[in-house]
């Protein structure tokens, strides 16, 4: 069945690492979005893409980098140059040819020791 | 720029309660507003969607309502169960495809 995949569910980085979170969907949407989620604060947007081979920085894009060399792949990389990288990690599609709703993942848990 | 308030925080009920949450937004000039779910360590289940031109959508016991010229929507839990007990956020969108979300509110709903 449709829906977004994200991986690792769980991963854990020593400093200076860069570390790649998979983000993959089936929905046949054109429209994808990468997240960031602390505790006692809202979703901030890092990184999106409205189409292939583009992407656009969100709020908070320092230290982190994407591509969107496929439709339905979207992965995001967290550089050694994020200072506070510990979070939860939301990946979303939009269905933009219909209604514009969003649709989401699991989420990924990076933590750094 | 968007800002989004929803209150309350946190809310605690007996099962069977109905209850309102509500969502506040500065920029009216949205093209939609979506209503989701999130439990604990997972991700967001979007819930209801309200397309700009409508006033309300209705999904089994919730129903969401939207009032574009004062910048408020509401979500209306009818009969609710511990079941429901989670975060619940709202989102407005704008022409842009850009997606301002709330904190949040936390239900906890007692049996």
């Known amino acids: 069945d449709g829906g977004i995949t994200q991986s690792p569910k769980y991963l854990f980085r020593k400093e200076g690492q860069n570390v790649t979170l998979s983000c993959e969907q089936n929905?046949?949407?054109?429209?994808m979005y990468w997240y960031r989620q602390d505790p006692g604060q809202g979703l901030r947007l890092i990184y999106y893409?409205?189409?292939?081979?583009?992407?656009q920085k969100g709020d908070i894009a320092e230290g982190y980098s994407v591509s969107r060399e496929k439709k339905e792949s979207f992965p995001l990389t967290v550089t050694s140059a994020q200072k506070n990288p510990t979070a939860f990690y939301l990946c979303a599609s939009e269905d933009r040819s219909n209604t514009g709703e969003l649709f989401f993942g699991e989420g990924s848990r990076l933590t750094v020791l | 720029k968007q800002e989004v308030t929803q209150i309350p925080a946190a809310l605690s009920v007996p099962e069977g309660e109905n209850l309102v949450l509500n969502c506040s937004f500065t920029?009216?000039?949205?093209?939609?507003l979506q209503w989701f779910r999130q439990d604990p360590g997972k991700g967001l289940t979007s819930l209801l969607l309200i397309q700009s031109s409508q006033r309300e959508q209705t999904s089994g016991r919730l129903n969401a309502s939207l009032d574009k010229s004062s910048g408020r929507s509401t979500l209306y839990i009818a009969a609710s169960q511990p079941g429901d007990s989670a975060t619940y956020l709202c989102a407005p969108g704008d022409y842009g495809q850009n997606f301002v979300f709330g904190p949040g509110t936390r239900l906890s709903v007692l049996p």
């Open positions: 920029d009216s000039a949205i093209y939609n």
């Open positions: 893409s409205q189409i292939v081979n583009d992407f």
């Open positions: 929905l046949n949407h054109d429209a």
